[in-house]
T-cell receptor, first 114, second 116 residues
């Protein structure tokens, strides 16, 4: 089954404790992206990657890191989480060259930073 | 920078009736894509409908249709014969595909509640 998976789905952590949210897709997509969803703000792009070893900042990259060492994986790293990073996070992927509009979204990760 | 505005935070509709969600956007580009995504309580993001800016014909997908007004930069979604399963948050989104870049921008969302 073609899908984007994220782990964990729920995470409660404390300020300053490094964490990683994994994202993996099995569709051989070049393009992958991370978004955060906050009430009244919709989804805002954090980072995106056009292909392996190519990453770029989105609208709200501060406090986040990403890497794209393999085509299928695009982990989101919070080196020192803070309470303002409490949010719902989505990973997405697409064949950007062929059909950039059809973004496949993961199920979301609910992160709470205390 | 592109912005997407959804001016209706919440809407309620009786089952089997029609509801229209508004969306406006701002861009100086001429070639772009517009989308409506649905987010049910499960939180999954589901593509409902898309529209290429160069196409004048409004997109339709079963009970979902759009009214694309390029000059006015307006992209509304009409849900006909509303069903209980249509209850969700709906996001309008805009994307540009440049030679070496691709960005998808979302509106704040409209929560739609379908009443039995």
């Amino acid at each position: 089954e073609a899908q984007v998976t994220q782990n964990p789905r729920y995470l409660i952590t404390v300020t300053g404790k490094k964490l990683t949210v994994t994202c993996s897709q099995n569709m051989n997509h070049e393009y992958m992206s991370w978004y955060r969803q906050d009430p009244g703000l919709g989804l805002r792009q954090i980072y995106y990657s056009m292909n392996v070893e190519v990453t770029d900042k989105g609208d709200v990259p501060e406090g986040y890191k990403v890497s794209r060492k393999e085509k299928r994986n695009f982990p989101l790293i919070l080196e020192s989480p803070s309470p303002n990073q409490t949010s719902l996070y989505f990973c997405a992927s697409s064949f950007w060259a062929a059909s950039p509009d059809t973004q496949y979204f993961g199920p979301g990760t609910r992160l709470t930073v205390l | 920078a592109q912005t997407v505005t959804q001016s209706q935070p919440e809407m309620s509709v009786q089952e089997a009736e029609t509801v229209t969600l508004s969306c406006t956007y701002d861009t100086s580009e001429n070639n772009y894509y517009l989308f409506w995504y649905k987010q049910p309580p499960s939180r999954q993001m589901i593509l409902v409908i898309r529209q290429e800016a160069y196409k004048q014909q409004n997109a339709t997908e079963n009970r979902f249709s759009v009214n694309f007004q390029k000059a006015a930069k307006s992209f509304s979604l009409k849900i006909s014969d509303s069903q209980l399963g249509d209850t969700a948050m709906y996001f309008c989104a805009f994307s540009l595909r440049l030679s070496n870049d691709y960005k998808l921008s979302f509106g704040a969302g409209t929560t739609v509640t379908v009443r039995a």
